[in-house]
């Protein structure tokens, strides 16, 4: 599975970002969809997850109420919305794919499989 990640930039705070990642290959619907996030200096965190069928999703506390996960399954897309946005939010976002089984929340980001390339949100007071 390849995962292209894009949508990212600059944004005042409390305005809105839709990030996209295109999910490439024959399997990817067998898989658990997430995004993560890594700000400078810290570690990469988990944000929010979906699954392809059913559309269950999960997400950080910090970002319950202002992000939506969602799915596009006839084009293979997965989408973060982003809703009042703060500064606290800057970071780089990755698409990730992981087993259908798996809670990406609580195997963090050491248990996904496949990445997309960054995405830079940088979110100014």
């Known amino acids: 599975v390849q995962l292209q990640a894009s949508g990212g930039g600059l944004v005042q705070a409390g305005g809105s970002l839709r990030l996209s990642c295109a999910a490439i290959?024959?399997?990817?619907?067998?898989?658990?969809m997430a995004w993560f996030r890594q700000a400078p200096g810290q570690e990469r965190e988990f944000v929010a997850s979906i699954n392809w069928t059913g559309g269950r999703t999960s997400y950080a506390d910090s970002v319950k109420g202002r992000f939506t996960i969602s799915t596009d399954n006839a084009k293979s897309m997965v989408y973060l919305q982003m809703n009042s946005l703060k500064p606290e939010d800057t970071a780089v976002y990755y698409c990730a794919a992981g087993h259908q089984w798996d809670t990406p929340a609580t195997i963090g980001s050491r248990g996904m499989l496949y990445w997309g390339k960054g995405t830079q949100v940088t979110v100014s007071s």
């Open positions: 290959g024959r399997t990817y619907s067998t898989y658990k």
